[in-house]
């Protein structure tokens, strides 16, 4: 049953083998262009989740988790929201209790106090991303997963 | 430059998140670990907690800049006398349940621990930044955090835990959705968000009928998450069916939060003018009083304990909301202003976390859910059925217990503005108390197993709970007689001076 | 009163939208007894609060708020960013929520078989009158 | 079920109520000078001799000592507005070293015989100052990470929760 129906939809998954890559590129393009026009750590990480939602849809839920196992969308989730906890604190460390929890600026990545905060938003966007990108993927996971399970067994 | 204390407040609820990040990951690894780093986590906040108080009542409030913007353009964290005291509350207990749950938790979820411990900690998480915070949009989303994560606490147990959990997520998401809607509405009169700056703007608007809207909204919003009369209905499942050290969070804390989150939004954003416009806290103090009286009666019917315990939540709300209602007008000085709620919150978070920490000991050891499976229990376990003792009649208000001090300070403040019908209410729901915990203590006490119909399964004479889950409920049910004497030598009163200070509360000096 | 209600409401149509919108959850969210549309009434009430939000920062030839000369010169005023930010943190805890809902659901079909609000009361009144103790 | 039917019908009818109640006060729709967007009006004086005072510049005593009374932050000088004909800014003083510049806040508008004082939105200023201070020109971005970056902790940590919550709930043979 299971073969004869991946022969079948040959056609759909090398459509989806095309365009996950370009999704996950835009979803990149979405994250880090999120200072200069619409866009932001949330959206691209919806849309970089929804790249691993097509996978699953075409492949199917046991292919998809041998691409992105349990303990690497779990770490990745509590990665994410680490970068953003982690460049507030920082930023209380660097300035030696000068700045604020938060205050990107005192962050010296460059000489300059705005293009600190700029860089500093461009982080925590990142980090944002990819908090998204994991939570979906593994509510994502969970909430699917225990169907097929039933039906399996 | 800054002192170092004042990185304190956005360091407690950083550490939090930091260990509920570590807890998920380390516990990956070897879920025994994610325990102690949440000991270690919560030690440090507490101690943390103690420094802010002192500061703030040697030098006056922290105002904390997040990022280093002012407040009108960004966040701000602020730390007064009241905050400080709420704060040191909600981690104490947190301490205590956390102790206890080591040994519970591998009994009731073996194979649930780290996710358990991660939410846990960000419930705290949760409780901390909306304690902490002084934007109100930024209190919505801290009290989102910590409602999140007690929706997936409370069903953690599973079966008829999910019914309750589902009925408190729809009805909590439509208080906070109310207090969403009210801070819409304040924001598009006054353009602001900050605490202090909208409680500056509003006073021309007092008229308005959108701001008129927005506090009713508030108050609706927060009714529903502080299980006040009329929306309890989703109580006393949600508190019957979580694992045991969450229903005392839940019942000792966190309703408490959504109080102060009250107290805040009326007295800190709609100041004092306002609410002497306004018949509210009349009309809430007649809610309280039917609040008191019909959880009272409630619990009576009830035959399983954490239930009968929910619905004396019901009747401690309405105490604490009896005695918010009743600010306006008391000014005398022990049990004037705010002083009375502000009491029963910590009393009631000492006396509600042992009596259901004692519950969930019963439950651990033998399955014990009704109050009439308890016979003999006395003699099992002596050092649990003790400090249950002493949390009851600390509930029933017996003297020197904490219980009789807020109950008294409550009657003293209902004598001040000569209505004797509070008066009898609360001296009626006192009996009520008798009544219902009497049931308890003579079953527990008095009645003999009976031998052949024996619901404990088989265990012998002496059946005490492992030493990490007794130590924090003898704790709590010690210091319910502690801190009665303590309240009664008016030591912490200052503290609560100082917040009847700050809202113009009391008898001005 | 025809003139001043025509009025009221051609000027904060927005408003009125929104009103509609958030009775139709309401009324959902309470009197619907599927779980899953209790859940989608919440979804729409929350979503006519985040409809309200947007359009207190709509500005009449208002642009979106990226920094642009040209638009400016053209005589274009930025929208208020303000709602949005507020409103992107607030869509997403209404997602949170709604993952959790969607999860206790699950659970709930599981243990009871069933999605309708009375029928799984009624399941559990059955089971406590057969055990005669709470089901827990 | 018929109980049930009546308090739908009773709530549905009070929120409805209380919304249609507000709705004659909620600024207009796509209003540019609505107090969520541009300006909230704080109080009006008689103008008075003080039109000359700002005119130079200075703040009139009046205007300080009312700001005063309100517990509001207290203006250094004024400025006459571009493109406005009886319109002021007025500024507040660098109070703190984040801000090496002072601050426009307030604003006096004279209508008649009286100056009516307002108090800018905070947006105006992100508008005006965000770019520069954050180096992203998109507002909605450096509201959200910067301006107010706590929220969107916050908000991640929502999520975060949310996830755990459902491997809480759903996840089983897992070793979390």
Redesign the interface.
């Known amino acids: 049953m299971n073969s004869k129906k991946e022969e079948e939809n040959v056609v759909i998954e090398t459509a989806s083998r095309i365009m996950i890559p370009f999704i996950q590129l835009f979803a990149l393009y979405v994250i880090t262009h999120g200072a200069l026009g619409p866009g932001g750590g949330f959206q691209g990480g919806v849309v970089f989740a929804s790249s691993y939602f097509l996978y699953i849809v075409v492949f199917n839920i046991i292919e998809g988790k041998k691409r992105l196992p349990e303990s690497v969308y779990t770490t990745l989730s509590s990665t994410g929201l680490c970068i953003y906890a982690g460049v507030g604190l920082l930023s209380i460390i660097l300035s030696f209790g000068m700045a604020q929890y938060l205050n990107y600026g005192f962050i010296p990545f460059t000489s300059h106090f705005e293009k600190n905060r700029s860089l500093g938003i461009d982080l925590v966007e990142i980090g944002v991303g990819i908090t998204v990108m994991a939570v979906m993927v593994s509510i994502f996971f969970d909430l699917a997963g225990k169907e097929k399970k039933d039906k399996g067994e | ?2 002192s ?1 204390v004042e ?1 304190l407040p ?1 360091l407690i609820i ?1 550490i939090s ?2 260990s ?3 807890i ?2 380390v ?2 690894f070897n ?1 025994r670990s994610c325990i102690f780093i949440f000991w270690l986590t919560l030690l440090a906040q507490f101690i943390m907690s103690l420094f802010i108080l002192n500061h703030v009542l040697a030098y006056g409030p922290i105002h ?7 407040p ?4 701000e964290l602020v730390v007064d006398s009241l905050n400080a005291y709420i704060l040191i509350i909600l981690l104490f207990l947190s301490l205590a349940c956390a102790i206890y749950s080591k040994s519970n938790i591998e009994h009731e979820l073996p ?2 621990r ?3 411990y ?2 846990f900690q ?1 419930l705290i ?2 409780l901390c ?1 909306v304690t902490l915070t002084g ?1 109100i ?2 209190m ?3 009290i ?2 910590f409602s ?2 007690a ?3 409370i ?9 309750a ?2 009925t408190y ?2 009805l909590g ?2 208080g906070t ?1 109310f207090f ?2 009210g801070i ?2 304040l ?6 968000l900050n605490l202090h700056d909208l409680s ?2 509003l ?2 608007f007092y008229d ?3 701001v008129k ?1 927005a506090f ?2 508030f108050i609706v919003g927060l009714s529903i998450k502080m299980a006040l009369f009329p929306f309890h209905t989703w109580l006393p499942d949600a508190h ?2 979580a694992p045991a050290e969450i229903s005392a969070m839940l019942s000792g804390i966190m309703i408490e939060i959504s109080t102060y989150v009250f107290i805040r939004v009326s007295f800190s954003v709609f100041t004092l003018e306002f609410l002497k416009l306004l018949p509210v806290f009349d009309i809430l103090c007649w809610v309280a009083v039917a609040a008191i009286l019909m959880g009272s009666v409630m619990a009576i019917t009830q ?2 304990l954490k ?1 009968m315990l929910a619905y004396s939540s019901v009747a401690n709300m309405g105490y604490i909301m009896l005695a918010v209602g009743l600010s306006l007008s008391a000014v005398e000085s022990p049990w004037g202003g705010l002083n009375p709620a502000l009491m029963h919150i910590a009393n009631h978070a000492l006396m509600k976390g042992c009596l259901f920490l004692a519950a969930g000991a019963f439950i651990y050891k033998a399955n014990l ?2 109050i009439t499976e308890f016979r003999g229990l006395a003699k099992k376990m002596p050092y649990t059925c003790a400090a249950f003792v002493i949390a009851a009649i600390s509930m029933i208000g017996i003297p020197p217990s904490v219980g009789f001090v807020s109950k008294l300070y409550i009657i003293m403040a209902s004598i001040e503005i000569k209505n004797y019908f509070f008066v009898a209410v609360l001296l009626i729901s006192s009996l009520l108390n008798l009544a219902y915990f009497w049931r308890v203590i003579e079953t527990m006490y008095m009645k003999h197993e009976e031998g052949g119909r024996s619901s404990h399964g088989s265990h012998g004479t002496s059946e005490e709970i492992p030493l990490g889950m007794l130590i924090p409920i003898l704790l709590l049910s010690s210091l319910c007689i502690v801190m009665g004497i303590v309240w009664l030598g008016k030591v912490p009163i200052p503290v609560l001076d100082q917040v009847n200070l700050m809202f113009g509360l009391g008898k001005v000096p | 009163m025809v003139e001043w209600l025509t009025a009221e409401i051609s000027s904060k149509y927005n408003y009125w939208v929104s009103i509609l919108l958030m009775l139709i959850g309401f009324y959902a969210i309470i009197a619907k007894d599927n779980l899953i549309k209790k859940i989608i009434g919440l979804s729409i009430f929350q979503t006519a609060i985040f409809l309200f939000y947007i359009s207190l920062g709509v500005v009449r030839k208002g642009t979106a708020p990226i920094v642009s000369e040209e638009m400016i010169l053209k005589g274009y005023a930025y929208v208020n960013p303000l709602p949005h930010v507020l409103i992107l943190t607030a869509i997403v805890v209404a997602v949170a929520t709604t993952a959790v809902a969607l999860s206790l659901i699950i659970r709930l079909y599981e243990e009871y078989g069933t999605i309708e609000e009375t029928e799984i009361i009624g399941a559990i009144k059955r089971k406590e009158a057969d055990q005669d103790r709470p089901a827990f | 079920m018929k109980g049930h039917k009546a308090i739908t019908l009773i709530l549905m009818i009070l929120l409805c109520g209380v919304l249609v109640y507000v709705a004659e006060d909620i600024p207009d729709f796509g209003d540019p000078k609505a107090p969520a967007i541009k300006y909230v009006k704080l109080f009006h004086l008689e103008a008075g001799a003080s039109e000359n005072a700002l005119n130079q510049g200075r703040i009139p005593e009046t205007i300080s000592i009312a700001l005063k009374e309100r517990k509001f932050p207290l203006p250094s000088r004024a400025e006459k507005t571009p493109g406005a004909e009886n319109d002021w800014d007025v500024f507040i003083p660098k109070e703190e070293a984040y801000y090496p510049k002072e601050e426009k806040f307030y604003r006096i508008k004279k209508e008649g015989e009286r100056l009516h004082l307002y108090r800018y939105a905070f947006v105006v200023r992100w508008i005006e100052k965000g770019f520069k201070e954050t180096g992203a020109p998109n507002m909605v971005t450096h509201g959200l990470a910067d301006y107010r970056g706590y929220d969107t902790l916050g908000e991640t940590v929502v999520i975060f929760t949310a996830g755990v919550s459902v491997i809480l709930l759903l996840r089983r043979r897992s070793r979390l």
Do not use: Q
């Open positions: 430059m800054t170092f990185h956005i950083a998140l930091f509920a990040l570590t998920l990951v516990g990956w879920n904390y800049w997040l990022g280093g913007w002012k009108p353009w960004g966040i194979g649930k780290v996710s358990f991660t939410l960000l998480a949760g930044g934007d949009f930024n919505f989303v801290f989102e955090i999140i994560s929706y997936a606490l069903a953690a147990r599973g079966k008829i835990a999910l019914k959990s589902f997520l729809i998401s439509i959705c969403l809607l819409g509405f924001y598009s009169i006054t353009g602001s500056i703007l006073p021309p308005n009928k959108v809207a009713v909204f019957a069916f035959v399983n239930r859910w009704n």
